[in-house]
């Protein structure tokens, strides 16, 4: 390696302007709905992963005789019709919830920066081919795709992961391979190239890190896509399958309980909200904390 | 405009039929082979390669693939496998009506609601009803559906009883699976109402209306909401497609004899002819929607050409 080279590649122009960085992370930071949001995230990841010890009884262990009864001391949130737990449930539910999540969202990211980065970068004719694909899978509603998958490979929580996957990870390509596609004309990579740098060097030096952020940002908005397509699967069906706790079955065995257990309802549906909801919202401010363009416009002396 | 139509058919084309292709592709690779499950105990090699030959199961699969998109142009799905006999046509035939016909009501309903509540926020900009709609929006688009359904179910079927719990027998029914399937199209189109009125209201063109003497009413509503119009129509367009597939979870909610019924039993009982139907026949609507929207783009704005 000759440092007196790549170091001319790697240093001013490559990385974002040093200073301006933490503004958009203190207002990031400052901003009151994006911190609450953090905080309930935190409170329900805390939540899933502790579920076995914070979790008074198993999550699939009834007790007929007590079924159906409203929140009270033995079970603060109350028990379902086969007398389960229902604090249990939805602890042990948001475990599945946040692991279906979390691998769908690594697998799609993973998957479409690649796809993105290649395209972007090669150009040509494999881009042109590589992005017909990605039109065909963006062109399915995610909903009739995840039908089609389970439909025909069977009901599994592998196939709700795969189904997933399947309709998230084109997006990413896309926002990647136009971001690509104006890196590589840069200097940097210009430079880098004369340099003698492989292609794999520059994915990985130059072009990875420039969208990087954006990856995160819209990762973390796919996630609270993903999570509520989970729940909306298992609600019909199709996904999680009993006696496993999902917050969406959950919220389906509720509706046949409407009259005399309306709580049963409450705790997935405000679970599952309060998920969806600081996925949203967190999603949204790394999207503007992250983004360059506004970062630039914060900077003083330039109209906010 | 027919060179612009052209074009855009000339895009829309070549994707329906991978998508077909995908969908084609799922039932080859569904595990069970369809010869095995219909010669059940009586199998035997030379049999099989009969019905192989009936079923033209032995041609190349491209082959294959054009007569299954042929007969599906004539709406002929095959046979379901599930209920021998039965055609999986006469099924999508008995269930498409109600699902668009759903779809269609709650997209009137979120049109309406939406281009209104949306022009008042935008003209109230910064009020406290503006700040009341964005909370609005915010809710409606993040709440999932099914929750705020069953929220719906609970205060006005179950508490005090003034709409039906299920199914589709009088008008009363319809109200609450069409709330329902309205709320996430409603809050789309309020917010790209607000958003483009807001926008037309400060253009040049306003201030000239005003001048010339035009009611403010008169003014927001001939000159800002028309130019305002062409996202909001894509996006009453494209949320028609999405409350398509948002019907599915309605249907089943309030049992409504749809395509969701369809669907899902199909899948429950590993039916691949009619789960590949239903996608089919849902992408077809999808895509031909979409084509339309696009298409009135040109139909609408005299500067969109090709």
Known sequence: ?304 | MARYALHRIGLTVPLFLAAAFLIFMAGRLAPGDPVVIRLGDQYDEQAAQVIRRELGLDRPLLVQFGHYLAAAARFDFGESFARPGRRVGAFIADALPISLRLTALAIAAAALVGVAVGVAAAVKAGSALDRLIQIGIVVLLSVPNFVIAAVLVLVFAVRLGVLPVAGVSDARSYVLPVVVLALLPTAYVMRIVRASMMQALTEDFMRTAYSKGLARPQAVLRHALRNAALPIITQIGLSFGYALTGAFIVELIFNIPGMARVGVEAIFQRDYPVIQAVVLVYMAVFTLVNLLVDLSYAALDPRVRY
Do not use: C, K
């Open chain 1, 1 to 304: 390696m000759r440092p007196s080279t790549l170091g001319f590649a790697t240093s001013a122009a490559a990385r974002p302007v040093p200073t301006a960085r933490p503004r958009a992370w203190t207002q990031f930071l400052r901003d009151v709905p994006t911190m609450a949001a953090a905080v309930a995230l935190l409170a329900i990841v805390v939540m899933a992963v502790a579920a076995p010890v914070v979790a008074p009884y198993a999550y699939d262990r009834q007790n007929l005789e007590g079924a159906l009864q409203g929140p009270g001391r033995a079970h603060w949130l109350g028990t379902d019709n086969y007398g389960r737990d229902v604090f249990s449930r939805v602890a042990h539910g948001a475990r599945i919830s946040l692991a279906v999540g979390a691998v769908a969202v690594t697998a799609e990211a993973t998957i479409g920066a690649l796809w993105g980065v290649v395209a972007g970068l090669y150009g040509g004719r494999l881009d042109a081919w590589m992005m017909r694909v990605v039109d065909l899978l963006i062109a399915f509603p995610a909903l009739l795709l995840a039908i089609l998958i389970t439909g025909i490979f069977g009901r599994s929580l592998v196939n709700v992961i795969l189904a997933l996957v399947l309709t998230a990870w084109p997006g990413i390509a896309r926002l990647v391979r136009s971001q690509v596609v104006v890196l590589r004309e840069r200097e940097f990579v210009e430079a880098a190239r004369a340099a003698g740098a492989t292609s794999g060097r520059v994915v990985r030096r130059h072009l990875l890190p420039n969208v990087v952020h954006l990856v995160i940002a819209r990762a973390t908005l796919d996630a609270s896509v993903i999570i509520l397509l989970e729940a909306t699967l298992s609600f019909v069906g199709l996904g999680v399958q009993p006696p496993q706790p999902s917050w969406g079955l959950m919220i389906n065995e509720a509706f046949g309980y409407l009259r005399s257990a309306p709580f049963l309802l409450a705790a997935p549906a405000v679970f599952l909200s309060l998920t969806v909801i600081s996925l949203n919202v967190l999603g949204e401010s790394l999207t503007v904390a992250l983004d360059p363009r506004r970062r630039r416009s914060r900077l003083p002396g330039a109209p906010s």
